[in-house]
């Protein structure tokens, strides 16, 4: 992979302009990037331990994994070779939480947490860790808008997404594509990312998830301005999320393995029985997790996905 940055942008020149005369007249999910021979693996299979069992079970079939798990590969593996572009924008996530400002809304909150960020922080350049950071929230972030989520900030290296329940009839789609969510989101980091990682010799990267549901309010903090010639252009409030989902979301990933999904009781409860049974419910301390359930007054329950291992034992 010693190659000049002139061959690696023409390599990607060549791979966008393959997409787009691909994708023309044709659903953009149903294409798979071509990777150039640079790119490829040998044995290039998928693995198939400890991956979520409920990854079978997915609903949304206008989303092409193959497509996101390709791209990843390219982006990281661009990212690498010249320098990763971030081009994700968050004005549609305030325009989304506009509507509901001021005011409380039902939000599905999954939390990303990147494991052992803090030993790849000591053992990479810092340049390097910049680099992998910004295209591995790159694709993560292009996976959660692709099931109808909206990313609604990075905290370091974790990402903080939402998907909005506008009635009880939209819970369970909600609910469910979140899990699917993060579901592909595992799988584009270990099929997608980490090869390209490895060709590098860098560490691999595990993700750990937490998904919960409930009410939440949406409130401005501050504005966004624009300046030009020192002059305000425009002006826009700043919207954020407040409530109890949104801190049991980022607390219960805490509890999940490398490479699992957690999820709170509220989501588990409008699972139908296939989906809950690739979740185990998790044994905690009540030392350690003493949040409770308002529905049944005692400690509020976190399920784990089950990988194949678990379930063949």
Not at 181 to 197: A, H, S, Y
Request: aromatic content about 8%; hydrophobic content about 40%.
């Amino acid at each position: 992979m010693d190659m000049s940055e002139e061959e690696v942008l023409t390599i990607i020149a060549k791979v966008k302009k393959e997409q787009e005369d691909g994708m023309k007249g044709t659903n953009r999910n149903e294409i798979a990037p071509t990777l150039p021979a640079e790119m490829k693996m040998e044995g290039d299979k998928e693995r198939h331990l400890d991956v979520p069992l409920i990854s079978k079970l997915q609903l949304d079939k206008a989303v092409n994994v193959d497509y996101a798990t390709k791209h990843a590969q390219l982006s990281m593996w661009s990212a690498l070779k010249v320098k990763p572009d971030f081009d994700i924008s968050l004005e549609e996530t305030q325009n989304a939480l506009k509507k509901h400002a001021e005011s409380k809304a039902t939000f599905v909150i999954i939390h990303v947490d990147l494991v052992d960020s803090t030993k790849l922080s000591m053992t990479l350049p810092i340049d390097r860790l910049t680099t992998i950071i910004q295209a591995f929230a790159q694709e993560l972030s292009l996976v959660i808008s692709s099931y109808g989520g909206y990313v609604l900030k990075y905290i370091g290296d974790a990402i903080l997404a939402f998907f909005i329940v506008d009635s009880q009839n939209d819970l369970y789609l909600r609910c469910i594509n979140a899990v699917d969510c993060g579901c592909t989101m595992i799988k584009v980091v270990r099929q997608g990312i980490n090869p390209i990682l490895n060709q590098s010799d860098y560490p691999e990267l595990r993700i750990r998830i937490g998904i919960d549901v409930g009410k939440n309010a949406v409130v401005k903090f501050g504005w966004n301005t624009r300046t030009l010639d020192e002059k305000v252009v425009t002006k826009a409030p700043y919207f954020d999320i407040l409530g109890y989902t949104i801190s049991i979301a980022t607390k219960m990933t805490a509890f999940a393995k490398p490479d699992q999904i957690v999820i709170g009781q509220l989501v588990y409860n409008v699972l139908d029985d296939e989906q809950k049974s690739t979740f185990r419910l998790l044994a905690i301390n009540p030392n350690i997790w003493d949040y409770f359930s308002n529905i049944t007054g005692g400690i509020y329950n976190l399920y784990g996905t089950l990988n194949e291992l678990e379930d063949r034992q």
